[in-house]
């Protein structure tokens, strides 16, 4: 399946949404940086986070950029995409590895540890807006939640997953964001809750066959 990204806004304008399919892209990522299956899953949702959030940029010239910063082995994340996903990023530590977590799945928290994440946003002002927030999980799907909703005001669901095999090749990996706008009524928000709660993992579901049109759709 090629790399794309999707956008979707709910009849009556309640609701927006993007979802994406980077296998290719992280897969290359992984190769050009020898990247270990934690750092590959850590570059990887944030170049997944950093495409999709470009969608959201009004102008051609408009670059935005995610910093992470943690002081575990990892060090941080660096990711930057233009208006048109066109993304690149790196990792302090490529080769880091580190035990599972407790659900056996790659400690990309653990990786990260505590720290901060920015979003800079060049909007062809005489100065950049920059977003700043606490981690508050190093998962960074549920950090870039906290920053729509800390600095953007914007409550939202977002999901980031990269499976990696043993071997270090990428299975899967892409992600959702689900943002509510201001005219949600309870009724949409009691919905999508519901509905969020019971969704399989992104990387499942892509790794299944599905397409992030039919992840909107299941939605």
């Known amino acids: 399946m ?3 990204i999707i956008r979707a806004v709910t009849v009556g ?16 990522a992984t190769k050009i940086h020898n990247l270990s299956p934690v750092a590959s899953a850590a570059l990887g949702r944030t170049l997944t986070a950093a495409a999709m959030m470009s969608k959201m940029l ?9 910093q992470i910063k943690g002081d575990g082995p990892l060090g941080g ?3 930057v995409s233009d208006y048109n996903a066109n993304v690149r990023g790196y990792v302090n530590n490529p080769e880091v590895y580190i035990p599972l977590n407790s659900e056996g799945k790659l400690n990309v928290a653990g990786a990260i540890g505590k720290g901060y994440l920015n ?18 999980s190093g998962e960074i799907a549920e950090d870039i939640a906290y920053y ?15 499976l990696v095999s043993p071997e270090g090749k990428i299975l899967s990996s892409g992600g959702f964001i689900i943002q509510l706008m201001p005219d949600a009524d309870d009724e949409t928000i009691g919905f999508l809750e519901n509905k969020i709660r019971g969704i399989p993992p992104v990387t499942t579901m892509l790794h299944e066959g599905k397409t992030p049109e039919d992840i909107l759709k299941y939605i």
């Open 148 to 162: 729509f909703a800390s600095s953007e005001q914007t409550p939202s669901v977002v999901s980031l997953g990269v």
């Open 2 to 4: 090629e790399d794309y």
């Open 58 to 66: 009004k102008s051609e010239d408009n670059v935005i950029t995610i």
């Open 77 to 79: 994340v660096i990711v």
């Open 119 to 136: 979003v800079i946003m060049d909007l062809g002002l005489k100065e950049p807006y920059i977003g700043y927030v606490d981690l508050v």
């Open 13 to 28: 304008g309640q609701v927006r949404a993007f979802a994406a399919v980077t296998n290719n892209t992280v897969g290359e």
